[in-house]
């Protein structure tokens, strides 16, 4: 499956971002889906996971209570819903599937496809 990020761009401190990834090919529904985030000179640090089906979700607890992951398996994406943005949510992110057994994941190495990323810019 690949992989096509998009939503992101330049906020203010406080507002709303959706992001998407669209995914390609017939399988959608068989993948696992993570959103994970990598700013400037930091490593990826997962964000958010959700299970084949829609009915397993994890968010970092960094995000939690602010961003939302859903799915919509007829349309081949995933979506990431960021609310009340802060500055330290500036990242380049990234969508990833990944062929898990259940459940859902924050492991980077469980994902085996990549998006190429969206940039989301936070200002304060």
């Known amino acids: 499956v690949q992989l096509q990020a998009s939503g992101g761009g330049l906020v203010q401190a406080g507002d709303s971002l959706r992001l998407s990834c669209s995914a390609s090919?017939?399988?959608?529904?068989?993948?696992?889906m993570g959103w994970f985030r990598q700013a400037a000179g930091k490593e990826r640090e997962f964000v958010a996971g959700?299970?084949?089906?829609?009915?397993?979700?994890l968010n970092a607890v960094s995000v939690k209570g602010r961003f939302t992951i859903s799915r919509d398996n007829e349309k081949n994406t995933v979506y990431l819903q960021m609310n009340r943005l802060k500055p330290e949510d500036t990242a380049r992110y990234y969508c990833?599937?990944?062929?898990?057994?259940?459940?859902?994941?924050?492991?980077?190495?469980?994902?085996?496809?990549w998006g190429q990323g969206t940039l989301v810019t936070v200002s304060s």
């Open positions: 990833a599937a990944g062929r898990l057994a259940y459940g859902t994941s924050s492991r980077s190495d469980e994902y085996t496809n």
């Open positions: 090919g017939r399988t959608f529904s068989m993948y696992a």
């Open positions: 959700i299970s084949q089906s829609g009915g397993a979700k």
